[in-house]
């Protein structure tokens, strides 16, 4: 694993707290029995975001990349995928996060009976192999702490969409442990990201669900 350091500026303690893996887990466990919340912890602090209702521009951003990752498998038939968008992944111990978007591709993917836990333990699941974050107001932290946390789990690609610039910003991992730019997705093969934010900048002028049929559209 690789270690990373989280030192939350002064601006963003609101958003972490030094906290150990206990508090972590009792604001987990708490969560579970009441309101739910989106929790994050990394090299000993804790994110603890509201699952309340999400404002619209995120709420038609998310449901417009979970529409094209839809696509993508529907016309590539062959690959075999499964998302867990909004998912509790946890190291225990050391990290745990809520992505917006959890993409699995191949053999291998969690899978949920009755009576098991409703959390993706990553001491039993291997990573995804994709996630991503839909920036609405947390554009920074996404592009900071959040990528420090992601690298740390070894998470080969990372997607961070920035709803008001209209942007996708896609990182690989690199076999030092840290994300670089990427133009083109290592796991969708083929995809541009560019492509990615052109579907995504139509949000302007269109619905979220033409966006995602012109999308389909540059593909067949």
Same mark, same amino acid.
């Given at each position: 694993?690789?270690? /990373?350091?989280?030192?939350p /500026? ?7 707290q ?6 972590y887990?009792?604001?987990r466990d !708490? ?8 929790? &994050?912890f990394?090299n000993g602090?804790?994110r ?5 209702w ?11 990349? /979970? ?5 993508w498998?529907?016309l ?13 992944l946890?190291?225990?111990? &050391?990290?745990?996060?809520a992505?917006? %978007? #959890?993409? &699995? %591709?191949?053999d291998?993917a969690?899978?949920? !009976?009755?009576?098991?836990?409703r959390r993706i ?23 900071d ?5 992601y690298?740390?789990?070894?998470i080969?690609?990372y997607w961070?969409?920035?709803? !008001? ?7 690989? %991992?690199?076999?030092?442990? !840290? &994300?670089?730019?990427?133009? /083109? ?6 995809l541009p #990201? ?27």
């Open positions: 694993m690789i270690a /990373t350091s989280l030192t /500026t002064p601006s963003k303690i609101t958003l972490w030094p906290a150990s893996w206990a508090d887990e009792r604001q !708490k969560s579970e029995t009441s309101d739910r919340h989106r929790l &994050y990394h602090y804790l603890v975001n509201g699952m309340g999400e404002g619209m521009g995120h709420a038609r951003v998310h449901d417009l990349f /979970t529409a094209i990752l839809t696509i498998f529907l590539h038939p062959d690959q075999k995928a499964e998302t867990f968008g909004g998912a509790l946890e190291k225990p111990g &050391y990290q745990a996060a992505p917006d %978007l #959890i993409l &699995y %591709l191949g291998g969690p899978t949920w !009976k009755e009576g098991q836990s333990d990553l001491n039993t699941w291997r990573i995804p192999d994709l996630v991503g974050e839909v920036s609405d107001t947390t554009l920074a932290v996404d592009l702490e959040m990528k420090q946390l690298a740390a789990l070894g080969p690609e961070v969409i920035n709803v !008001k610039g209209r942007q996708v910003l896609a990182f690989g %991992l690199q076999e030092n442990g !840290k &994300y670089q730019p990427i133009e /083109t997705s290592l796991n969708l093969t083929g #990201i560019a492509l990615l934010e052109q579907t995504l900048d139509r949000l302007t002028e269109e619905s979220n669900i033409s966006a995602a049929q012109w999308f389909m559209k540059t593909l067949v």
